[in-house]
């Protein structure tokens, strides 16, 4: 997957985004928090392990 390739760390900053949708605006907020309170930010891999310890061990069915 193209997202593998460059995984970013929670030091990159986007320069220019700007939220333009409440959602948006929302996600960015608690992006902000997170960043803020030292928290590292899970790259692609580690959401993908989350997410199969959060469904019991189950793969995911594109995975598998």
Avoid: Y
């Amino acid at each position: 997957m193209p997202l593998e390739k460059h995984e970013k760390t929670s030091e990159e900053k986007p320069s220019s985004f700007t939220p333009k949708t409440p959602l948006a605006k929302r996600l960015w907020a608690l992006r902000q928090e997170v960043l803020a309170s030292g928290t590292p930010l899970l790259n692609l891999n580690e959401i993908r392990q989350e997410l199969q310890a959060r469904r019991g061990g189950v793969l995911d069915e594109e995975k598998a």
